[in-house]
């Protein structure tokens, strides 16, 4: 639906932490198409080497440097409000030291299943130097809550997401550069295109919280330095916010 030049790649794709998000991409569910949308992210952690050649123009990937990320999503629909915040860029700022087998992810937004849309929910996690950490809202076991927000402040767009458990919590804000970011022009399989304001960049940064919970406390377990962060947001019908010569506090 548009005419931004020409891309090629020979790219190998290595991917070392996968997020299941459950029985609600499983076979059965599929078959009965029960949700609207699906996602699965195999690689929430992946090592991509090779080349892309832009425009004429070749890039390297290298693996150990990549920081590189893959999914899917499938189904008849999007999701309104839509929201995605994934790294494996990450530094302990309890240790100083980068994170080597970690990542993060969230996901979703207002999913539909049988065309009955839910309140809004996420599905995240975050696999820490081999601990897992489910904020999954379809496992009802652990009783997942979660509040997420977002807004344009003036060269910035800004997310805030808290969700919590009965074992864990974690909090995370994502900042990203309008100027870093683009518009994301998706069309539903029934030819209509209700996403018009479907923000998409890769170079976010921001702050990750985890807690454990011990008895009634929630103790801090690391506070995470997030940097090339994949992010995006929208929603259907989505104004643009004209508030652009607001001062930013970061």
């Known amino acids: 639906m548009c005419d931004a030049g020409s891309l090629s790649w020979d790219l190998k794709l ?15 569910l599929r078959d009965a198409e029960a949700f609207a949308m699906y996602w699965h992210a195999e690689g929430m ?30 189904g008849r629909d999007f999701t309104s409000p839509w929201v995605w915040l994934a ?4 530094t302990s700022k309890r240790s ?12 979703g937004g207002r999913p539909k299943i049988y065309f009955v849309p839910l309140d809004r929910r996420l599905l995240g996690a975050f696999y820490y130097e081999g601990q897992e950490y489910d904020f999954n809202f379809s496992h009802l076991w652990l009783k997942v809550k979660t509040e997420f927000s977002f807004r344009e402040e003036g060269e910035l767009v800004i997310w805030n997401v808290r969700q919590e458990n009965l074992h864990a919590a974690m909090e995370t804000q994502v900042f990203c550069r309008k100027r870093d970011m683009l518009f994301v022009n998706y069309e539903a399989p ?4 209700k996403h018009k304001r479907l923000w998409n960049g890769g170079n976010g940064w921001g702050i990750v919280r985890l807690y454990d919970r011990e008895g009634d406390r929630l103790v801090l377990r690391d506070e995470i330095e997030a940097t090339r962060i994949g992010c995006e ?18």
């Open 45 to 74: 952690k992946t090592a991509y080497t090779g080349e892309l050649c832009f425009n004429g123009r070749r890039y390297l990937a290298q693996g150990e440097r990549s920081y590189g990320y893959a999914d899917k999503n499938w």
């Open 190 to 193: 029934d030819g209509s295109k």
């Open 96 to 107: 100083g030291k980068r994170l080597e087998n970690s990542a993060f992810d969230i996901g």
């Open 87 to 90: 790294s494996n860029c990450l």
């Open 233 to 250: 947001y929208g929603e259907y019908d989505m104004e643009p916010d004209h508030s652009e010569n607001r001062p930013v506090t970061i």
């Open 14 to 28: 290595e991917k070392q932490i996968a997020f299941n998000v459950g029985y609600g991409a499983s076979k059965p």
